[in-house]
């Protein structure tokens, strides 16, 4: 089961009246020409002949920040200053007129945070201002901030109190009788903790209209950090109360004009910006924000704030497939917690999530297809048990939440049968369903599955069979989509043990359909308990059983596997490129499936407890309900398939040249399935474990060697590797005494699906692209790719291709989105950096000029996609960065052939300046033809004139 989404409190002063979000004082900016009026920092004017040095300041600690800004000090009087400036400038800082001495930047007292200094300043009783400056060669700049005594409001810390210890009752009586004093600041902070009460209370509408009616309290009031405070509120009762996307985005946006005088704000914005990103779906976009949030908490050492955020991280992370990150974030916010500092509630939550993530690198290392000697799955089932049960003492006694406890009653179960303790997991779950009478449908999800997997670990499979059963019907009955899938592939596990393997086949199949249907569920929330990668068990078990009945079948059913994963991707990503009235749409729909499955779940709440009659008739009176949440549910996907098929489908047999051999890799049970596909028929063979990172001359014999006959009958090769082999270069594999493309051509295959990607501009019938598009050097930094692009163009025209050039500076955004989306481009050539950024390549780019950039989200929403793309600079082809990645992403060679090409050469890896100059030469020196062909003959150039260069970094691609 997932962790439990609850706001974190130590973020929480929004939500929970805490003021564990000291707000900061003024902005980061350069200084040394005269501040902006609104800024309340004073430059000294620099002269001519002495040029003031850069001087960026931050400030946090406020108890408050006032417009001005000005900040109200905190009891014990000690703010946190971040200054930057040259290393060789002289720095000072001091309250009011006290003496101060100026100390190089190198040698300030403090801690060394991006590029500056976070020191800690006491501020003596009297000071009225704090100033800082810096000075270098007779320049100098100086930054001054005002300071200002705190409001003394005891009856309002009662209040709060009594909030706190759960006494709403008389912490609202408290609250109303200070909302009607005198004094505006005590009054609106009244407001805004009232309306907290409420928001505890379930009263949204009167929470909402409390936390409007106190921002524009603390707005007249001037009193920015409260605004900021209450606005972070709003933004979240807005987003986990009826999905009022648009309303919690305003409410964020409002505070854009005074993140200048609040930079404690400004860091903690994108954590609830985040929030609203996740729930929308746009799990890129809250990537980005949680990482802009802990930077900001980083500068500002506001330690607690970033160990929340990068927890919120770690969740998303775990949603994406790729636990072993979230476990290096996870184990970061344990080291850094101290447990006295943290209330009991939030170390059982940091507990259970450490135990449910470990689970998940667990199950991402189930399958035997890696190394042999790897022990990561043991070491994960060790390292689940001790936190869950922490969180288990927690939750019991300092923290007695049931339903939480419930939650990681049901992790360690699952912790005990995946290490075969069955015993120990019945045990579990029978307290845990014991301890919550009426749990939410997904939970009760698992412990059917649980059950299901008990009777199987105790060798009663017709047992299993018949409680899979019944977690079919009640999926069914609370359109569990997720529970669909794990009914369907307990279904399998169950009858392949009664030995009916026939049966067995269609059931895993099944599982594959649903897992096709999850994995474009994942954005709306759905899925999100089972990550990703999880769900390829189903592709393992179907391969590993078809792999010994039918070979052909078998073929079939990785390649779907591929593209299913391919799919779930891609649907991720567009959900990023929305823009304008498509987000709205979205979020409108996505707001609508919400509301109507929260009904269904409450209406759900019993069901776990029918019997399978009971079910089944629940199923029937629900089945127009549930008819319509699909509805909503189909509503919102259309809006992210753009036209693409529901089901996600490839060919009975790939379509293939004569002479091409198609290698098709896939994971199983044990090792890895392979398949030489041609169009006469399919080889398959049982392989071995491998560690995709031994050198070439150890993984041919695994990997080329059982497919000898087949590839010496073929001329050409398409390579469809699953998993971690999709890294290996099998173009440069040693086979017959060389680099096996000496012997034949290579490509690189997606197998997208069938009416997946869009057709290529000028692909038309009868009427050749005519255009080319070389895009050179946008940075201005490298020479070499200045001459390429020289030399490209000229080949180019000499084959009477009309040739548009953007070099250095024209080279911008607009200039070559808008290029690239004109009809009739036969050829994208680009020359320059590439970027490999984000989890799996999402954040990718090519290098454009001004700073600007082409990014995956950016492919992926074009109009129209150039037939043939090179993409000379590092990591265009590359798909992932961080160890116990899947091996399938999306890259920017990818994205175009998504995005209708019909095929990309690119970089799988950085590549030297010279020899991309190389390659490219070679490249363009003979008469187009085929793209694998093409790069073979520039590669082999490549090999014999510099045998000890990269010279396999170069791959073609297809779709």
């Avoid at 006290?98 to 930047?105: E, I, N, Q, S, V």
């Avoid at 794990?486 to 399998?492: D, H, K, S």
């Avoid at 970089?907 to 020196?925: G, I, Q």
Wanted: aromatic content about 4%; charged content about 25%; proline content about 6%.
């Amino acid at each position: 089961m997932t962790r439990w989404r609850a706001l974190r409190p130590a973020l929480g002063a929004a939500i929970l009246g805490a003021a564990a979000l000291a707000p900061g004082c003024d902005a980061r900016r350069p200084t040394g020409t005269a501040a902006p009026a609104t800024s309340g920092a004073s430059a000294d004017l620099a002269t001519a002949a002495a040029p003031a040095p850069p001087l960026e300041v931050e400030f946090a600690g406020c108890s408050a920040v006032h417009a001005g800004p000005a900040c109200a000090l905190p009891d014990d009087r000690t703010l946190r200053i971040w200054v930057k400036a040259p290393a060789d400038a002289r720095v000072a800082i001091a309250a009011d007129a006290a003496a101060a001495a100026d100390t190089p930047l190198s040698a300030l007292d403090g801690a060394r945070v991006q590029g500056g200094v976070l020191a800690r300043v006491p501020v003596p009783e009297g000071a009225r201002a704090l100033s800082v400056t810096a000075e270098r060669g007779g320049g100098r700049a100086s930054f001054r901030l005002e300071l200002r005594p705190a409001i003394d409001a005891p009856r309002l810390k009662e209040a709060e109190a009594l909030r706190r210890r759960g006494d709403l009752d008389a912490a609202s009586s408290a609250l109303d009788a200070l909302a009607s004093g005198a004094d505006p600041a005590v009054q609106a902070l009244a407001i805004g903790k009232r309306a907290r009460v409420d928001l505890a209370r379930g009263r949204i509408p009167e929470a909402l209209a409390g936390f409007e009616a106190s921002i524009r309290a603390h707005r007249a009031a001037g009193r920015i950090s409260d605004e900021f405070l209450d606005r972070f509120a709003l933004s979240y009762a807005l987003v986990f109360n009826g999905r009022r996307f648009a309303e919690a985005r305003a409410a964020l946006d409002a505070l854009g004009p005074l993140e200048a005088s609040h930079p404690e704000g400004r860091a903690v914005k994108p954590y609830y910006a985040a929030l609203l990103a996740s729930e929308a779906g746009d799990l890129r976009a809250a990537l980005r924000q949680l990482d802009a949030s802990a930077a900001g908490a980083e500068r500002l050492g506001l330690s607690d704030h970033r160990l929340h955020v990068l927890q919120e991280r770690a969740d998303v992370l775990q949603t994406l497939g790729r636990p072993l990150e979230a476990r290096a974030l996870l184990r970061d916010v344990q080291q850094a917690s101290s447990p006295p500092g943290r209330a009991p509630c939030e170390r059982a939550s940091l507990l259970n999530d450490l135990g449910w993530n470990a689970l998940q690198v667990a199950w991402a290392s189930g399958g035997s297809s890696g190394p042999p000697e790897g022990a990561e799955r043991p070491r994960a089932l060790a390292d689940a048990e001790s936190p869950l049960t922490a969180a288990l003492e927690l939750y019991g006694a300092a923290c007695p939440k049931p339903a939480k406890r419930a939650n990681a009653l049901t992790n360690l179960a699952l912790a005990k049968l995946e290490a075969g303790q069955t015993d120990a997991a019945r045990a579990l779950l029978d307290e845990a369903r014991r301890t919550d009478a009426r749990p939410d449908a997904g939970v009760a999800m698992y412990w059917l599955e649980i059950e299901g997997r008990v009777a199987l670990g105790s060798g009663d499979p017709a047992s299993a069979l018949e409680i899979y059963g019944r977690l079919a019907r009640l999926a069914d009955a609370s359109e569990l989509p997720e529970g669909r899938y794990r009914a369907a592939l307990g279904r399998g596990r169950a009858l392949e043990a009664m030995g009916r393997l026939d049966t067995a086949a269609v059931a895993y199949e099944q599982a594959e359909e649903l897992r096709g249907d999850l994995g474009a569920l994942v954005p709306l929330g759905q899925g999100r308990g089972g990550y990703l990668g999880r769900l390829e068990e189903s592709a393992r078990r179907l391969v590993d059983l078809l792999l010994r009945r039918d070979p052909r079948r078998a073929a079939r059913a990785a390649r779907r596997s591929r593209a299913r994963a391919l799919a779930a991707l891609r649907w991720i990503d567009r959900i990023e490129a929305l823009g304008g009235e498509e987000r709205a749409r979205w979020e409108r729909a996505l707001a609508a499936y919400h509301d109507a499955r929260a009904a269904f779940d409450e209406e759900g709440r019993d069901d776990w407890r029918l019997s399978s009659d009971e079910l089944e008739a629940v199923r029937v009176a629900r089945a127009a309900h549930g008819r319509s949440i699909r509805a909503r549910l189909e509503e919102a996907l259309l809006l992210v398939r753009q036209g693409e098929p529901a089901a996600v489908e490839v060919e009975a047999a790939p379509a293939l040249d004569e002479g091409e051999l198609m290698l098709v890799v896939h994971p199983i049970r044990e090792g890895w399935a392979g398949f030489a596909v041609t169009g006469g028929g399919v080889v398959a063979k049982r392989l071995p474990a491998l560690d995709a990172s031994a050198p070439a001359a150890a993984l041919a014999p695994r990997l080329l060697a059982p497919f000898d006959a087949q590839l010496r009958a073929a001329t050409r090769l398409r390579v469809a590797a699953h998993g971690e082999l999709a890294r290996v270069d099998f173009h440069a594999l040693p086979w017959d005494g060389a680099p096996l493309v000496a012997r034949m051509p290579v490509t690189y295959g997606l197998d997208l699906p069938r009416g997946g990607p869009r057709p290529a501009e000028g692909a038309g019938a009868g009427q050749a692209p005519e255009r080319a598009l070389v895009v050179a050097d946008p940075r201005r930094d490298l020479p070499a790719a200045r001459r390429e692009a020289d030399a490209v163009a000229a080949a180019l025209t000499g084959k009477g291709l009309r040739v548009e050039r953007l070099s250095g500076g024209l080279a911008t955004r607009r200039a070559v989105a808008g290029a690239l989306e004109e009809p009739g481009l036969a050829l994208f050539h680009y020359a320059g950096h590439g970027v490999f950024g984000g989890l799996d390549g999402w954040d990718s780019s090519l290098a454009l000029s001004g700073g600007s950039e082409l990014a995956v989200g950016d492919i992926l929403a074009l109009r129209r996609a150039p037939a043939r793309a090179v993409l000379s600079g590092c990591d265009t082809a590359r798909t992932e960065a961080a160890p116990g990645a899947r091996g399938l992403g999306l890259g920017l060679a990818q994205a175009l052939l998504i995005a209708g090409a019909r095929s990309v050469i690119a970089a799988s890896r950085p590549v030297d300046d010279a020899l991309a100059e190389r390659v490219m030469a070679a490249l363009y020196a003979g008469e187009r033809g085929e793209p694998g062909e093409q790069l073979r003959e520039a590669t082999l150039a490549a090999l014999r004139a510099d045998p000890s260069s990269d010279w396999a970094s170069f791959r073609a691609l297809v779709p």
